[in-house]
């Protein structure tokens, strides 16, 4: 059974920087592998922040774009998140699924199957 845990959020003030991290068990994050890091706010909006597929390519939301930056190791997604804004306050949360080029990330968080998040505040 693979498991998704998050963990490293906090509290921060605006401009600061926070370095989360997913661990999978059961699992390695490979070529053979996508990912996902997601968040959904206290009103339960939700945002595909970034994706890094199989092939190394990494995408990133436009609110992010230039201050975050995810990066693979072996079992263990990191999320280094720079210049934080009260607006990147959520929930963070990766997924994992086998490599499937082409294939768009669902826009409504995956709650059924992702795993335990982790909460990043920003204060401004």
């Known amino acids: 059974e693979v498991q998704l845990v998050a963990s490293g959020g906090g509290s921060v003030q605006a401009g600061g920087s926070l370095r989360i991290s997913c661990t999978a068990s059961?699992?390695?994050?490979?070529?053979?592998?996508?990912m996902a890091w997601y968040r959904q706010t206290s009103g339960n909006e939700c945002e595909v922040v970034s994706t890094?597929?199989?092939?190394?390519r990494k995408v990133y939301a436009d609110s992010v774009k230039g201050r975050f930056t995810a990066s693979l190791e072996k079992n263990t997604a990191f999320l280094q998140m720079n210049s934080l804004k009260p607006e990147d306050s959520a929930d963070y949360h990766c997924?994992?699924?086998?490599?499937?080029?082409?294939?768009?990330?669902?826009?409504?968080?995956?709650?059924?199957?992702w795993g335990q998040g982790t909460l990043v505040t920003v204060s401004s």
């Open positions: 997924v994992a699924r086998p490599r499937s080029p082409g294939l768009a990330w669902p826009g409504d968080c995956p709650v059924d199957y």
């Open positions: 059961g699992f390695v994050f490979d070529r053979f592998s996508d």
């Open positions: 890094v597929g199989g092939d190394g």
